[in-house]
């Protein structure tokens, strides 16, 4: 199908719409936008961060998924305590790819899953004993972590326990932070409130525990700020900073420790990838230590060199010159890869339902293949982060926020993309539809995507799915229903 005029797109959305009651229309209706690049504002168009509608079937987390899976999950030196029942740890445990260098076991933790592992009678008289055998247990077991979280799940915030009081005894017990989370998955519309007590954590726990030490600065000290290493994508960004003369100090939280999240309000620039994560502890360090930050996009050579170059004006000459040295030194990869693959790619329309940045972040690197986005949205976003897609977007595509499973489902067989972007929740559906389908929270088990060397892999994969023959032999639903109107006109 061609690109919809604004008309079309209206009526589109509409359409999807009729099958809701009167009320369940008026709310969703909030949620479902034509978008118009040249809107300043997009509360003027589009609602966001609002409770899901009963009923339906939404596609977010929890805020228990937005702290322990998402911010202090991969803190790789730490050990993260999932406080209640099993089954919240083990579904975040090692589900989001977050790379690490060190032994696990030993040194690193992030694939394993510690719990508390609530039974009926701890709900009925409390599990504060059991957390602090637990930490007790952990200390005995895994003596070179340097720190434990308590992650509380949601029946710890409904009978009370006192986390906090458990934590203060524990760390003059064994003499390491133990930090309470009050992240219960009830708490907020979404994970992203997760986000936001995980950063309050750190901010009250671990950030001021270096004021007043020594540390040996450069002036080139910068920190990765909410870049998890989803398949590596921390190392493919920390190899340009590095190249273009910067020191990075902190990355976190992938592949990230406690005395690089304790070191970063020593830098000089907070390098920020997922502002939706992190932007509430960058405020505070811009308030608190007067460092401000920088949001970047490494995804695709068209906005890898728009960061790299306001990046490097943020510091002196020496660092602008490495950096047009780096962006000339990998410019013919980039031409190579675009020559190679956007014969293949060019005029495919895609769709993207994404949490965090990437509905916006990722466009330019299709575009940069010459394909389109002609559909995207967040599952948990805010109207700052719509703020920053619309001027991404094309004008009258659609955007979805917090869209349902019904929704999403036809918004895909009227638009008819190529492929669709999202999550493994999605991802099977789409296939048996017919359409290519790529994970965009988690690469598919591939990446990174990130930085020069990222881009290949990414342009590379979109190939790989689009010219996969499998497609070609499954049936989409409209596609039946033209068989069959076909077939009755003969």
């Known amino acids: ?35 118009d690049p040249s809107v300043e504002q997009s509360k003027k168009c589009i609602t966001s961060n609002r409770k899901s509608l009963p009923g339906v079937m939404t596609i977010r987390g929890c805020a228990y998924a937005g702290s322990k899976g998402v911010v202090w999950g991969p803190i ?21 790819r977050n790379y690490y260098v060190g032994t696990t076991g030993i040194n690193s933790f992030g694939t394993m899953n510690f719990t508390s592992d609530f039974q009926e009678k701890d709900i009925v008289f409390g599990g504060d004993k059991k957390l602090a055998k637990l930490i007790e247990e952990v200390e ?19 009978i009370g326990d006192d986390i906090e009081s458990v934590s203060k005894k524990a760390t003059t017990v064994i ?75 902190a990355q976190w939280s992938g592949d990230g420790t406690l005395a690089e999240m304790m070191n970063t309000p020593k830098v000089k620039l907070n390098l920020l990838h997922c502002y939706r994560s992190m932007n509430y502890i ?30 490097a004006a943020f510091f002196d000459d020496s660092v602008k010159e490495k950096t047009e040295a780096v962006i000339a030194r990998y410019q013919p ?18 769709m993207l339902y994404v949490g965090g940045l990437r509905p916006r972040h990722v466009i330019g690197a299709y575009e940069d293949l010459g394909m389109e986005v002609i559909g995207t949205g967040y599952e948990f976003a805010h109207n700052d982060d ?6 991404e977007m094309g004008d009258a595509t659609l955007l979805y926020d917090d869209v349902t499973g019904f929704e999403l489902e036809e918004f895909v067989k009227k638009l008819k993309p190529d492929m669709v972007g999202s999550g493994i929740k999605e991802k099977y559906i789409f296939q048996k539809m017919g359409i290519p389908l790529r994970q965009m929270h988690s690469w598919d088990y591939s990446g990174p ?42």
């Open 1 to 35: 199908m061609t690109t919809l005029s604004r008309e079309e797109t209206e009526a589109l959305i509409a359409e999807v719409l009729e099958v809701y009651p009167e009320k369940a229309q008026k709310d969703r209706k909030k949620h479902l936008a034509v978008n």
């Open 386 to 391: 719509y703020d920053r897609t619309i001027k």
């Open 449 to 490: 995507y990130h930085g020069y060397d990222g881009f290949a892999i990414f342009a590379r994969d979109m190939d790989i799915a689009l010219s996969n023959p499998t497609f070609k032999n499954l049936t989409p639903p409209w596609k039946k229903v033209e068989a069959e109107e076909v077939k009755k006109a003969a």
């Open 140 to 158: 005995q077991l895994f003596p070179l972590h340097n720190g434990i979280s308590v992650q509380s799940e949601c029946p710890i915030g409904l």
């Open 333 to 350: 990869m980039m031409d190579a890869i675009i020559a190679k693959y956007k014969p293949r790619l060019e005029g495919k329309k895609v």
């Open 76 to 96: 790789k030196d730490m050990i993260h305590i999932s406080h209640g029942p099993v089954g919240c740890g083990q579904y975040s445990r090692a589900g989001r």
């Open 282 to 311: 960058s405020r505070h360090m811009e308030e608190k230590y007067g460092i401000p930050y920088m949001e970047y996009n490494f995804f695709g050579p068209t906005k890898i060199i728009e960061s790299l170059r306001k990046i």
């Open 175 to 249: 003499n390491k932070p133990v930090i309470p989370v009050r992240c219960e998955g009830f708490r907020g519309v979404s994970q992203s409130l997760g986000h936001h007590i995980a950063n309050d954590a750190i901010r009250d726990w671990v950030l001021d525990k270096r004021d007043g030490q020594p540390y040996e600065s450069t002036p080139y000290d910068v920190a990765i700020i909410g870049d998890y290493n989803i398949g590596g994508d921390a190392w493919a960004t920390r190899i340009l900073l590095e190249e273009m003369g910067l020191r990075v100090v």
